[in-house]
């Protein structure tokens, strides 16, 4: 599933860069998560970095996008185009 950043997120700036689909940008009045882009870092990395990184501890599963990790690397090869 994708994630999503809660409202507690201080704008520390550490998430954005961190994200290999750039799925982070900063929102009105947080950072957000586009949930099209997001992978949890499947493929990428073993560990989401965003949550790894997050100061705060805002950043959660997205409820409203289930998804398998089988969906999640299928996303992440379309996105980056990397072949199986």
Do not use: W
């Not at 560990?47 to 999640?72: A, F, M, R, Y």
């Amino acid at each position: 599933m994708a994630l999503i950043i809660l409202e507690e997120c201080i704008n520390c700036d550490v998430c954005e860069p961190e994200c290999p689909n750039e799925a982070i940008t900063q929102g009105e009045e947080i950072y957000e998560i586009e949930p099209d882009l997001c992978t949890e870092c499947v493929g990428h990395y073993e560990v989401s970095q965003c949550i790894e990184v997050c100061p705060v501890d805002c950043i959660v599963n997205d409820q409203d996008h289930v998804e398998s990790e089988e969906t999640l690397r299928e996303k992440y090869f379309r996105i980056t185009g990397n072949t199986k």
